[in-house]
Each structure stands twice: as C-alpha cells, then as structure tokens.
C-alpha cells in the first residue's frame, strides 16, 4: 500500500534576511577527515533548512539530531556533564520541561503551528554550528545540549507512535500510522521529509538498560542508518486487552534423513571447485499437513485455550503445505508464522528458503514474507555429525543453494506490550546487517526459526539469543524441527535429542531448553508479560510501559 503524498510540513522561508549561515544541500555526505556538521544536515534533509524554523514534525527532527549525535559521539556528553545547568542540576526538573516541551510539540506538529520555543533555540544553536567539523561537536557544550535537548524531546513528542490500542482520535498518531505505512518496496519509516534511503525512523520498544549508546536516549523513537536493508513495520492489532500469548509450536517435519539432502552439480560455477552447493528435498502432502495441523489446534485449544500463533521451523513447510495450513489457520483467527521452503533441482536456478507471516484481518488476511539472508554452510564437522558423509563429500565445503533475495525486515506490532521480528536460522547469528536494526528497534520477542540440531544451552542459538537477551531487552524463542533435532548425532552423544525449542528472556536467569515429549505433536508456550520501568541516559522513565514476554506455561500437545 502506499503512502498518500502529503503537503511538506517545512515552514515556509522567513522573508526576513538571516544572518546565519545557510546551509548547503549536499548529494552525499562528505568522506573527508574534516567533515562539518553542514554535510550531513544538508544530505540527510535539503528542504528542512532552507527555514530558520525548526523541523515541524518530531521524528524529522530527531533523525538529524540523532544522527549527528551518533557520526560524533556526542550523545557521551549525557553522561558528563547533564542535566544543564540552568535546570538547576535536577533531573527531576528536566524530566519534567522535557515532557512539558514534548507534549507542546506534538500538538503543534498536526495544528500547523510552529515548534516550541525551546526547540527553536537548540535548532538555531545547531544551525549556528554548521561549519564546525565532526571532531569539534562533542567539546562544545552548547551544541550538545541543544542535540540532546532535539532528541529527547522528538521522543517525549512520539510516545504511542505505531504501537496498536491507541487512540485513534488523536491526530498525530493517526500521522505516524499513516506515515509508517510501507511504501512500496521500499518499506516503513516516520519521517516525512527525511528520505528513508538516508535513514529511517521506526517505533522502539525497549532502551537499553545497560551501556551507553545513541540507543540510551530514547524510549519511542529509534534511529534506523540505511544498511541495504529494507525495514517494513506493520500493525496487527490482536486480542490487545489480554496480558498473555499463546503459541503454538508444530516442529515438522518429523523425520529427516540422509537420502533427503543432495549436492547440485555445476551449481558453484563461479567458485573453486571445493566449494559446492547442496538442496534438501522431502516429499510434500499439503492436504495430510493441513489434516495433521488441524488435529493438533483442536487438540491445542481444549488443551489450553484460545491460540493466538502457530509457529513453523524454517523449511517446515512447503509452499503449497503453507498456503493449505494458512487457509486453517486464519479460519480459526490466529496469525501464521512458518518457515517456507521452494527446491530448485536446476544448477542455474536456486531455491527459496524465507518466513511467511500470515495475519488475519476481519474475514480476510494479508500475507509477509521475509527471506533468508544468508545461505547455509555444511561443513565437516556438521556433515559428520548429521550423518551425511555418504551423500556429501566431507571434504568439501557445501552451500545451501537458495537465491540471496533483497534484505528486508518485519515488525509486527500486536498489542502494547508486544512487537514481533523473525528471524531465519544464520541471521540471528550474523552481525551484520540486521543485528543492529534489531538491537535499535528492541522488539519485545524475537523469533528465531532453524533448520539445526537440538536447542541446547551449550549451543549457539542460546549465545545469540542471550546477547539479544542482555541488550536491549528481547525475549528470544528458537525452533527448530523434531526431524533436525533427532537428525544430529555426535560420535559421543548417540541417543537423539528432542529438545526442539529454546527461550530466552532478560527478567529470568539462563536459556531454557523445550523438550517435546515422546507421545506428543506440538507444544503450546503460554507466555505473559511483565512491566518494569526503562529510564534513557538523560534521566528520563517510561511510566512502566516496557513489556517482557516471560515464559509461563509449557504444554505438550
């Protein structure tokens, strides 16, 4: 769907002759040693300063101040030397002038008025400041008050925007719902005169509580630099008075063996010939999955109740099985998360590996799809340990022939307390470039779905989903299927494992390994949430509106 054009919300050009400097608009900020301050205003937003005014809309605002404080460190200076001094060095009081500012802002964003005064003195003060060079930023005090002062107050302005169960009468987060509104391919951002090629603006769920980065300052607004990822940000409003969630967990397939993964010859044509790609192939039975998975809801909700998510490891499904399933599912009213598989037996033509989102909506759904970014590798040891020395050459290294598709991320924003992100298998351990979105938005859960070996502690899903866990505050499940699980067997540990799932949460102590039982399907995670007070590095709560998703109940099915 894509985003109604809107009339700029740039004041008009003062008609009075400025006496500060303009600043030019460049095409690229500059590479030289000695950037100035004016490079990356001018290349981040050219039409914002051709005003004496400060940016009108909030999220705007905090893009440039966050992003220079960022490019030069100078969000550092909160923790030395804040709050100013004409605060009377009480936090107290700057807590409470940066709410007051925040709120008049907010109203004046949608009204057509003009920023608070406040804002326009640290706007001037930046403009002021915009031949100063990169290194010059963090050693004038003025400077970075006034960017501290943009940032937190942009973030007191933009507390609600894109999270469900809000007001809809209040018109400047029906702006921000509408501005997050994913535009085209090209994805989701709240700022309106800040192109999300140069950076991004999304909701955040959670400030980092340990540390101290950009992402200290802010408990609503999260800075998002352009990474070749496109982030796509969507409201699904479900269920939204109730305090818990339940998920439904079906690890299929059952049963994998050898004879169902084999090497594609000529594939790695632009590689060494020690490098080879490999598929895995299974028989497929979209009505005997949707037979299975229907027997297991109805089972589910007897068991424990009202479902709200079903959930698929990555290639639990194929294509045709994950629109059979969806179908089922979506009659029942809960949302689809499934890892989806398409094999290609061509050397030149590669198969999909990506996440389905399917989400109901009224008596219809609409469907997301994320793909996986990067391909798996079978290496010795895990050609040894899967058993697949007979069908792959130990001795080479074997690459998951799937097509590397353009990288996006979703969000799936619920309920107040809960924004979901899916993740595939490599891309939780990956770095680069997802991490730090993920890190910077801090979704309440993380799901993370696998085609790996059992979930164990000791393992390296558990790593990354405690370093999720720590910073900034993600609840972290993995999945992986039962067939995977039982699949992976060391010389020294022979007797197969079904420990098909691990959680992760930062409110209780180390990971927690699922287990599915010998006489059971599936397994159902209640989950409900806990509320603490997050506090930015300038001194700023939430009100107690950070939600944890904890694990509370484990049913086998």
């Known amino acids: 769907m894509k985003r109604a054009v809107r009339p700029s919300t740039a004041s008009k050009k003062s008609s009075k002759a400025s006496t500060r400097p303009r600043v030019k608009a460049y095409s690229q900020p500059s590479c030289d040693p000695c950037a100035k301050v004016s490079d990356l205003l001018g290349y981040l937003a050219p039409c914002l300063l051709q005003s004496d005014n400060a940016p009108l809309w909030p999220p705007d605002a905090f893009a440039l101040a966050a ?44 009204t057509g008025g003009v920023p608070p005064k406040e804002v326009q003195q640290w706007w001037m003060t930046v403009l002021k400041c915009s031949s100063f060079d990169f290194e010059q930023v963090i050693n004038d005090h003025q400077l970075c008050e006034a960017l501290l002062g943009i940032c937190a107050t942009a973030d007191e302005a933009s507390a609600g925007a894109g999270i469900p169960d809000v007001p809809r009468d209040d018109p400047f987060l029906e702006e921000a719902h509408i501005a997050l509104i994913p535009d085209g391919e090209e994805g989701s951002t709240l700022c309106k005169s800040v192109h999300r090629s140069r950076v991004r603006v999304l909701p955040n769920l959670h400030t980092p509580q340990s540390g101290t980065t950009i992402r200290s300052l802010t408990h609503h607004l999260a800075l998002c630099q352009s990474s070749g990822v496109k982030v796509f940000w969507n409201e699904a409003p479900t269920n939204i008075q109730k305090p ?240 995977m699980a039982e699949f992976c067997r060391p010389f020294d540990k022979q007797t197969p494992s079904r420990i098909v799932a691990l959680w992760k949460d930062a409110r209780g102590g180390g990971p927690i390994q699922i287990e599915l039982p010998k006489d059971r399907q599936a397994l159902v995670l209640s989950l409900s949430v806990e509320r603490t007070e997050e506090w930015t590095a300038d001194g700023r709560g939430d009100g107690g509106t950070a939600g944890y998703p904890v694990l509370s109940g484990i049913h086998g099915i």
């Not at 037979?291 to 709200?308: H, L, P, R, Y």
């Not at 290496?379 to 998951?400: A, F, H, K, V």
């Not at 996006?408 to 809960?418: A, Q, T, V």
């Not at 000791?458 to 972290?476: H, M, N, Q």
């Open 67 to 110: 992003s220079l404080m960022q490019k030069t460190g100078a969000y550092i200076h909160v923790i030395e030397r804040w709050p100013p001094k004409h605060y009377s060095a009480s936090v107290d009081q700057w807590r409470n002038e940066a709410r007051r500012i925040g709120q008049e802002w907010r109203q004046a964003s949608v």
């Open 244 to 483: 818990s969630l339940n998920l439904l967990l079906v690890p299929l397939p059952s049963l994998v063996i050898p004879s169902q993964f084999r090497g594609i010859v000529g594939a790695a044509m632009n590689m060494p010939k020690e490098f080879n790609f490999f598929t895995h192939r299974r028989p497929e039975d979209p009505l005997g999955v949707r037979m299975q998975v229907k027997n297991i809801f109805e089972k589910a909700t007897s068991n424990t109740g009202n479902i709200d998510m079903v959930v698929f490891p990555e290639l639990g499904l194929s294509q045709n099985e994950k629109d059979a399933v969806a179908a089922e599912i979506i009659a029942q009213g809960a949302i689809l998360l499934s890892g989806v598989g398409i094999n290609s037996s061509s050397p030149t033509t590669p198969g999909k590996n990506y996440v389905s989102i399917d989400v109901p909506v009224s008596t219809q759904h609409f469907s997301l799809e994320q793909h996986k970014h990067h391909r798996w590798r079978l290496n010795r040891p895990q050609i040894m340990q899967y058993g697949l020395g007979g069908t792959l050459d130990p001795e080479l290294s074997w690459w998951e022939h799937i097509a590397i598709e353009s990288r996006k991320l979703l969000f799936l924003s619920m309920r107040p307390w809960l924004t979901l992100c899916a993740l595939i298998c490599e891309d939780l351990a990956r770095q680069d470039p997802v991490a730090e979105l993920v890190r910077a938005v801090g979704p309440n859960l993380v799901v993370s779905l696998l085609m790996d070996g059992p979930q164990l502690a000791a393992r390296w899903p558990a790593r990354y989903a405690t370093v999720l866990a720590d910073d900034p505050g993600c609840s972290v499940l993995t999945l992986t299927s039962l067939g």
